[in-house]
Nanobody, 125 residues
Framework: VQLQASGGGLVQAGGSLRLSCAAS????????MGWFRQAPGKEREFVAA????????NYADFVKGRFTISRDNAENTVYLQMNSLKPEDTAVYYC???????????????????WGQGTLVTVSS
């Protein structure tokens, strides 16, 4: 099983990026998937998560109204659209999948079973 995150880069404050996470090795269309981030010297923190049907999403307070998580089950891919980026959004962003099927996706990193390698997002001021 592999999760391949992509789409990171350098962007100015106020700009946008779209992250993608493609899963391979098995289908995760029934499983919650999430995005987390880790800034230098800080712990990994929850960003957003989505359940299998995309009927339930969960966002960290600091991204509400700016970021949108979505998924394409046919492509086994989850996305994170990030708008109005701020310098404090600078971090390595990781995608993850939870093997337990839940109606409400979890915010806890320990809940997730497979992780991607991360993609670096740098927001300049």
């Amino acid at each position: 099983v592999q999760l391949q995150a992509s789409g990171g880069g350098l962007v100015q404050a106020g700009g946008s990026l779209r992250l993608s996470c493609a899963a391979s090795g098995r289908t995760f269309s029934s499983n919650p998937m999430g995005w987390f981030r880790q800034a230098p010297g800080k712990e990994r923190e929850f960003v957003a998560a989505i359940n299998w049907s995309a009927g339930s999403t969960n966002y960290a307070d600091f991204v509400k109204g700016r970021f949108t998580i979505s998924r394409d089950n046919a492509e086994n891919t989850v996305y994170l659209q990030m708008n109005s980026l701020k310098p404090e959004d600078t971090a390595v962003y990781y995608c993850a999948v939870d093997l337990t099927i839940r109606s409400i996706p979890s915010q806890r990193p320990s809940t997730y079973d497979y992780w991607g390698q991360g993609t670096l997002v740098t927001v300049s001021s």
